[in-house]
């Protein structure tokens, strides 16, 4: 039986959503997607911040509200498609479709390294050779770009966005809708505020304040974050 999927989102995230279920089966772990025998399938890609997607695709596009409360119900599960620094907008859309009675998928690729007393929450998104140490904790609908590192003892809040060879360090405490750049390194025993943004290749040798951006090496505020969701999607949220 196929099961279908909206995915909330229409840009390069979306893009490569959909190059992943052309081979979902082999890419990813089917522990963490917790289905039996159904196949996977995207029917929809949805953003009413778009006028269309820029890849190919067999699932259908819509930015019109009124068509997603219309077939919602064809689906089953979703992803949002929201990345970067986005993360409590990703959040907030991902609450607004648990309400309309669609699950969270998790998107664990096999090639990665989880300790077993791990815990990862619903809607992650953890990419090709991540490492996830004992005892650490994931939070809802984080992603883990390629090769990100997550050290023992380390807590990683709801809405985060681990960017790509990023190393959390060991007893970090992450806060929710935190970024952490590129090849940045948090010491160890570090708390990164919620909603902070830590830039590409920072060293972050003390605690970080909620919403701040910081740059460099050691790492030193720059300016203040703030976080947004477009009026359109605030329509539709409502």
Known sequence: MVKYILVWG?????????????????????????????????KYFFDPSASKIDFNSRAFFSNDKNFLKRNIQNCKYFIVAVG???????????????????????????KTFLAKNIQIGKGVVIMPNVLINSFSKIGDYTILNSSANIEHESI?????????????????????????????????????GDGAFVGAGSVVTKNVNANEIVLGNPAKKFKNNSHSLNKLTIKILK
């Open 10 to 42: 229409s840009k390069s995230y979306a893009k490569l959503i959909n190059e992943i279920f052309l081979d979902y089966k082999n890419l990813l772990n089917s522990n963490f997607l917790n289905i039996k025998k159904e196949k996977l399938k995207i």
């Open 84 to 110: 970067t620094n986005h993360g409590k907008a990703r959040t907030e859309i991902s609450y607004f479709l648990e309400k309309e009675n669609l699950t969270p998928i998790n998107l664990v690729f096999k």
């Open 156 to 192: 990683i809040g709801k809405g985060c966005h681990i960017m790509s060879g990023a190393c959390i360090s060991g007893r970090n405490i992450i806060g929710d809708f935190a970024t952490i750049g590129t090849n940045a390194t948090i010491l160890p025993d570090i708390k990164i």
